[in-house]
């Protein structure tokens, strides 16, 4: 079983940054699709980007392109969510998943395991 944890969130202003890790517990995370979801209070959970096991492919949510960068670390089973230009609408708890299946999927079902979360809070 794959342990996923997140780390990096926190509060931050509009316009700021934050670099969000997930770090798996097992060396198999380096041929799983990774992707970031998260959900605001009161809102479904929803689809920020994923990357493919080799790091070749990513793909974004509209909401977030341009300014979120999706990368991997294969040797430290870790994958990252670079945070930029932050808005208070990115304010939500943040989920990184893992998936076994060599494709990239914008839904959290298609995903075999989950973090625990991370918060993000940004101020306006």
Known sequence: QVQLVESGGGLVQAGGSLR????ASERTFSTYTMG???????KEREFVGAITWTGSSTRYADSVKGRF???RDNAKNTVYLQMNS???EDTAVYYCAGRQLPVISISGQRYDYWGRGTQVTVSS
């Open 20 to 23: 969000l890790s997930c770090a």
């Open 36 to 42: 970031w979801f998260r959900q605001a209070p009161g």
């Open 69 to 71: 960068t999706i990368s």
């Open 86 to 88: 932050l808005k208070p």
